[in-house]
């Protein structure tokens, strides 16, 4: 499970770390990005988060905290394992971006990079051209495209919402696992329901590490010549 520390604002995330930690779910994994930023800007205006670490290490899990901002350790990863090292990019594509500047050869040396972001067909959820993860560094964005990495490139949206006819069916399982799934995006459905009117829900950053591990479920896959718009004010990223 990978979320953002915005989202650790929400009653949900710490309901579901108690009910991962009460019923022993010893295969769930969380990468909690602490970037300090949700889309409504810095987290600690809005929700006083630290002690993070130690907030869910209270509610039972194993914390182990990493530089997320290490460049080197990209590339020494990359460069050890020529051919081998799938990236997968759920935020801004910085690190990435200035990785590559450092190290060229890494383009060459990575097997793929899959990047969770931009507007496809649709509108933008930071401006009304711009997806989040773009806007906020396209020209990080158009290094990585310009790079030569192999890229596939996945909005996560359209078909990949979940439904009311999905919740039943998770519910009807009658499974611990289909069970959490439902109750940890609580506060997700009542969100889209109020902010939208929407009855269905996307997991976006679920559906790109899915996307990864079952790469068959992804459809039609297409080439396509991809750009960053870096320079118009309305249409930046």
């Known amino acids: 499970c990978v979320i953002g520390d915005g989202e650790c604002g929400e009653g949900s995330i710490w309901e579901g770390a108690m009910f991962a930690h009460q019923y022993q779910l010893g295969n769930l994994v969380v990468f909690a990005d602490r970037n300090g930023f949700s889309f409504d800007g810095p987290t600690e205006e809005y929700m006083a988060l630290e002690p993070f670490a130690g907030k869910w290490r209270a509610f039972g899990w194993n914390v182990v905290e990493i530089d997320g901002h290490d460049m080197?350790?990209?590339?020494?990863?990359?460069?050890?394992?020529?051919?081998?090292?799938?990236?997968?990019?759920?935020?801004?594509?910085t690190n990435l971006a200035m990785a590559y500047l450092k190290e060229p050869r890494i383009a060459e040396n990575v097997k793929r990079v899959y990047i969770m972001g931009a507007t496809g067909m649709d509108q933008g959820n930071a401006t009304p051209a711009a997806e989040f993860n773009v806007y906020v560094d396209a020209e990080a964005a158009k290094i990585v495209l310009d790079s030569g990495m192999d890229a596939t490139w996945d909005v996560c949206r359209g078909d990949t919402a979940i439904t009311p006819g999905d919740i039943a069916y998770?519910?009807?399982?009658?499974?611990?696992?289909?069970?959490?799934?439902?109750?940890?995006?609580?506060?997700?459905?009542?969100?889209?329901?109020?902010?939208?009117?929407?009855?269905?829900?996307?997991?976006?950053?679920?559906?790109?590490?899915?996307?990864?591990?079952?790469?068959?479920?992804?459809?039609p896959v297409y080439d396509a010549y991809c750009d960053i718009e870096t320079k118009a004010e309305m249409t930046y990223g």
């Open 170 to 219: 998770l519910r009807g399982l009658h499974s611990r696992v289909a069970d959490f799934c439902v109750d940890c995006t609580a506060g997700l459905r009542a969100y889209e329901k109020k902010k939208y009117g929407d009855e269905s829900y996307g997991v976006i950053d679920s559906v790109i590490m899915m996307a990864v591990v079952y790469p068959e479920v992804m459809g």
């Open 72 to 93: 080197d350790a990209i590339i020494d990863t990359v460069m050890q394992n020529p051919g081998e090292i799938e990236i997968v990019t759920l935020g801004p594509l």
